[in-house]
């Protein structure tokens, strides 16, 4: 799989070196369903993204600028997230 990102700049500047220095690639294992019933999956990922951003300063990165991908189940999941992200209770505090 691949992930192919285009730089802004309002196609007057910018540089692809500008991501490059800047993203950190950070890959996630879930529990599979023949392992952990469902939601345990879901409860997987919300772990997974609380601990990114606790260990935001030792990774190098900003917890406010955290971008989450997947597809297929990991779309699935994604889009779980979201709609949890979105409740009055939110589940990722800073």
């Excluded at 220095?21 to 997974?48: C, F, M, N």
């Excluded at 597809?71 to 709609?83: F, I, P």
């Amino acid at each position: 799989m691949a992930l192919v990102h285009f730089h802004g700049g309002g196609f007057a500047r910018g540089s692809k070196n500008t991501l490059a220095a800047q993203l950190k690639p950070i890959t996630a294992q879930y529990r599979l369903s023949g392992v952990a019933k469902w939601p345990s999956q879901i409860e997987d990922a919300e772990t997974h993204i609380r601990w990114v951003r606790a260990n935001a300063s030792s990774l190098g990165i900003d917890p406010q600028r955290i971008a989450i991908v997947g597809h297929s189940a990991g779309k699935c999941r994604n889009e779980v997230r979201y709609r949890r992200l979105c409740q009055p209770r939110h589940l990722f505090p800073p």
